[in-house]
């Protein structure tokens, strides 16, 4: 920006305008701060003129010379040469209380909540936790008024104005069904294809597991994958893990196989009788839902221990096991002549219905959901016509919301949502090629709302597919 033009153009004196901008020290580190500041000015200059009567020369010169030292206090000009720097210019004076900031508190609670979404996801192992303090400590370096960002806002490595989801991070959404589809990384503005996914881009020739209907976990700070379908087009049995995201590459997770693969199952943690660990728990149903088996997994083998079976009888296609009151539970009823049952499970004690929780609706299938301290919060799947979005908390199921009305003129099953680090949900995929959709939740987390995010249109159908919380560039080219 030419700092003299917006300035001239209020001014008839162009000489006197120069003046403070031959001082300018060009070598200065807050440039981008004295090109705001000396905006700011000129700004100022023109709504003092235009306060002027015309031709009174008197109140056209005093703001001149108010434009003059406005420009002249700025950093990087005649009075502040070395920038912010010993100045005592307001612009230079954002971080003096850092905790007064806005930008600063908001980017130290954006960072906290991926700190404690981190930590759940760690399942207390104690190196996993270790990792996320220290990517917690490298984070909120990069916000205004740290080292990254000593000044405040605009901030080199932080988005300021706000913790809108968008800045928070993205979804990776992959599919690999018969032939793969492009890996998707969409946030809630804007979604891109560009991505070095090693293993997707092999062509439908590599094809080693199906990822329809499979699932996913991020266990001690790595994103396992579980495959779904088990034969390709031609009847071959395929693998299904299962795999691990290594940063860009998608690879065998080595030394482990689980008996069971994840087709029409869910995964979740299940914690071990001290609750200092948490194994992966893998609930397979074989034959859709006429019976179930349970594998668990602790980063290093399979339990050998046998985990005993589920009491239900009453299906379970969901994709999830929430984790409620630090017990894994399964929320089932798929069909429409079934019962539905909410069951949760401890190593000591097995598995253990919750016989005053049955789930309100007529029955649940293909569904997904979110859970943290408010609860667990469920999104129907292939529910029939009552397309009501349910939340459990302090033992007591609650209606809070419903699907947007569009959203379920065709059912949607087998879809996944996404809880971001500010509570927000995206909700993606299922059968029939819906759209995304954006949740907001209201402060206590009584109602939920739901908006389809018309500019994001899916590129094929996610029948249950991965959809994985990463950061907003994860891989991008």
């Known amino acids: 920006m030419d700092l003299s033009v917006s300035v001239f153009n209020d001014f008839s004196t162009r000489d006197l305008l120069l003046e403070p901008i031959s001082r300018l020290n060009e070598t200065c580190t807050d440039l981008d701060l004295g090109e705001i500041c000396t905006t700011n000015c000129a700004d100022a200059t023109s709504n003092c003129l235009s306060n002027c009567f015309s031709g009174d020369a008197s109140c056209e010169n005093i703001c001149i010379r108010e434009g003059f030292a406005c420009i002249d206090g700025c950093p990087c000009h005649i009075d502040c040469p070395g920038g912010c720097e010993g100045c005592s210019n307001d612009i230079c004076n954002a971080c003096l209380e850092p905790e007064s900031n806005e ?9 906290e909540k991926v700190l404690f979404d981190c930590f759940q996801d760690c399942a207390g192992n104690t190196l996993c936790i270790d990792q996320c303090t220290l990517e917690f400590s490298e984070n909120i370096e990069n916000c205004p008024c740290e080292r990254g960002c000593p000044n405040g ?3 080199p490595n932080y988005e300021c104005g706000g913790n809108d989801s968008y ?3 993205a979804v990776l959404v992959m599919r690999r069904h018969r032939v793969p589809a492009l890996p998707l990384l969409v946030n809630f503005k804007s979604f891109t294809t560009d991505l070095e996914v090693s ?8 094809l080693v597991f199906d990822s329809k ?10 994103h396992y994958l579980f495959g779904g379908f088990t034969t390709d087009e031609y009847g071959n049995f395929l693998e299904y893990g299962p795999h691990i995201l290594d940063g860009c590459d998608i690879v065998n997770a080595e030394g482990v196989s689980f008996m069971f693969d994840c087709y029409y199952g869910a995964v979740g943690y299940l914690p071990t009788e001290d609750e200092k660990e948490a194994y992966i ?3 397979h149903v074989h034959d859709y839902w006429y019976s179930n088996r349970v594998e668990g997994y602790d980063g290093s083998k399979i339990l050998t221990t046998e985990i005993p079976r589920s009491n239900n009888t009453h299906g379970f296609t969901g994709g999830q096991i929430p984790t409620y009151k630090g017990n894994p539970i399964l929320i089932s009823g798929a069909g429409y002549e079934s019962t539905s049952s909410v069951e949760r499970f401890s190593l000591t004690n097995g598995w253990t219905e919750y016989e005053d929780l049955v789930f309100p609706d007529e029955y649940i299938e293909a569904y997904t959901s979110v859970w943290g301290d408010f609860g667990v919060v469920v999104f129907p799947g292939n529910s029939g016509s009552n397309q009501k979005i349910w939340r459990l908390y302090d033992d007591k199921w609650t ?7 569009a959203d379920f003129e065709v059912t949607r099953r087998f ?4 809880l971001f680090p500010n509570n927000e949900v995206m909700m993606i995929g299922g059968h029939q090629n819906h759209k995304f959709v954006k949740y907001t939740f209201n402060d206590d987390f009584t109602s939920i709302e739901g908006d389809i995010l018309q500019d994001l249109p899916l590129l094929v159908e996610y029948d249950g597919p991965y959809a994985i919380f990463v950061e907003n560039n994860y891989c991008s080219v």
């Open 103 to 111: 930008d600063h508190v908001t980017c130290l609670e954006d960072y």
């Open 153 to 155: 806002c605009p901030c």
């Open 167 to 169: 800045q928070l991070g």
């Open 199 to 206: 293993w997707f881009n092999n062509g439908p020739d590599n």
């Open 213 to 222: 209907k499979g699932c996913s976990i991020l266990y001690k700070g790595t």
């Open 281 to 283: 728990m893998l609930y």
């Open 399 to 405: 209606n809070i919301g419903k699907l947007p009305t």
């Open 415 to 418: 879809p996944k949502a996404v």
